[in-house]
Nanobody, 125 residues
Framework: QVQLVESGGGLVQPGGSLKLSCAAS????????MGWYRQAPGKQRELVAT???????NYADSVKGRFTISRDNAKNTVYLQMNSLKPEDTAVYYC???????????????????WGQGTQVTVSS
């Protein structure tokens, strides 16, 4: 299994910045894609940004030019630098990854539905 722990959320004024971190741990053999999603009250969870193991990134149109996703493969960690924050960025932010883990039997298992517990980001004056 993979455990994902997010940190870095909080309350920030419009125009401010926050940096989220998400560290993966467990019986990890390798991690493929990593990403950030968010869910605002009353809305569905939506993609914010993803990054492949080689560093190719993809962003939602609403965050392009303001958010930057990056990762440290040696630390199994993904980051989300959020600048020029807007009230509409307020949401719970979730980390996701696809990872291969070694089971107790020694077998390898791939699962792309690994999620963190979420971290609250509130943008308000």
């Amino acid at each position: 299994q993979v455990q994902l722990v997010e940190s870095g959320g909080g309350l920030v004024q419009p125009g401010g910045s926050l940096k989220l971190s998400c560290a993966a741990s467990g019986s990890i053999v390798s991690i493929n894609g990593m990403g950030w999603y968010r869910q605002a009250p009353g809305k569905q969870r939506e993609l914010v940004a993803t990054i492949t193991r080689s560093g190719t990134t993809n962003y939602a149109d609403s965050v392009k030019g303001r958010f930057t996703i990056s990762r440290d493969n040696a630390k199994n960690t993904v980051y989300l630098q959020m600048n020029s924050l807007k009230p509409e960025d307020t949401a719970v932010y979730y980390c996701n990854c696809g990872a291969t883990t070694r089971q107790a039997t020694g077998a390898l298992l791939y699962n792309n539905a690994n999620w963190g517990q979420g971290t609250q980001v509130t943008v308000s004056s």
